[in-house]
Structure formats: structure tokens, C-alpha cells
């Protein structure tokens, strides 16, 4: 639990482009009856310092918004919301994002809205998108991802938030 007083006294936190994040964060509060707030809202709501789970969207292995978080709060988890399965790609996440080992990550699938994306980022998918659609060979997680980039998708749901919820309950205890 990253050396923090109990759990209970915690809040979610979260940055969100697409409101995938923001779906998450709200359902993790639903389950753990901690109050959710924007990383702006938070900035009023919270005093710095106070401890609080951490849910950001994943761009370029990066968990957006992580920085800021840990600087002003103690963060005693966190969750990065991307394209790919949820639980995968832990290792590359930590050290793209420079989260403490003693810091729980958890990737969780949260799908994409283009209609939702603006400047760099709309240009980032579109680019990515083209580069997957040109190659000659793709694996299988490059065509799922390819599917979901053209089609958009929301495959946010409860049962990827199965591990998280199990870290804190454990936590509590």
C-alpha cells in the first residue's frame, strides 16, 4: 500500500480524453464507495498529499496525467486505461511512466471514440492506424487492435477491474 494511512481515507483520481478513464474511475467508486474526482477537480477537493488511486489514459506506453498526480498526492495505485488487453504490457508502462516498483500498476482495456480525440492525439491514432494498416504481416494483437482503431469500440467493463479490486481489498485488511 505504498506506506499510506488506511485505504478508506482514499479517493480515485483520474484524467480522461475519451471518458474511458472516467467510466473506470466511476465504477471503482461504485465498488469501493471512494469518491471520484477529475485530476482538476481534485486540485480543489484535495489536499496535497492525501493519498489516492490514480486512473489515466495510456499514450505511447505513458500513463497521462501520472506526473502531476504524484507530485501533488501520494498515490497508492494506479490504473492505465489503453488499447490492449487488460493486464498486459505492466513492464513497459512502469518504466515508460516511471512508476515506483512499489507502486501497484494495473492496465485495463478501455477502447477508443475517435469522434472524442482532438489535436496531436487525433493525428497520433491516425498515423498509428495507417502504420498498422500497411504492414504486410500483423499479428493477431495488431489486427484486434487495427479492428478497434477503424471501428472505434467501449470495452470498458466491471470484470476488468477484478485484480484491482483484489489488491484493495487486501489492502484493507
Not at 506526473?67 to 505492466?90: E, F, H, M, N, S
Not at 504492414?135 to 477484478?162: F, W
Request: net charge positive.
Amino acid at each position: 500500500m505504498h506506506g499510506i494511512g488506511p485505504m478508506k481515507r482514499a479517493a480515485i483520481v483520474y484524467t480522461s480524453d475519451t471518458g474511458h478513464s472516467r467510466q473506470y474511475a466511476l465504477l471503482l467508486g461504485e465498488r469501493t464507495g471512494l469518491t471520484v474526482y477529475s485530476l482538476k477537480e481534485a486540485r480543489a477537493a484535495l489536499p496535497a498529499g492525501s493519498p489516492v488511486i490514480y486512473l489515466g489514459c495510456i499514450h505511447a506506453s505513458r500513463v497521462k496525467g501520472y506526473p502531476r498526480a504524484a507530485r501533488r498526492y501520494a498515490v497508492c495505485a494506479v490504473c492505465g486505461v489503453g488499447l490492449c488487453d487488460t493486464g498486459t504490457l505492466i513492464a513497459q508502462v512502469r518504466k515508460a511512466t516511471a512508476i515506483p516498483e512499489d507502486v501497484p500498476l494495473f492496465t485495463l482495456q478501455g477502447g477508443i471514440d475517435r469522434s472524442q480525440l482532438r489535436g496531436v492525439h487525433k493525428l497520433i491514432i491516425a498515423m498509428l492506424t495507417k502504420g498498422l494498416s500497411d504492414q504486410k504481416q500483423r499479428s493477431e494483437q495488431d489486427e484486434h487492435i487495427l479492428e478497434l482503431l477503424r471501428q472505434g469500440a467501449n470495452l470498458v467493463s466491471a470484470e476488468n477491474l477484478a485484480d484491482v479490486l483484489a489488491w484493495y481489498t487486501a489492502a484493507q485488511a
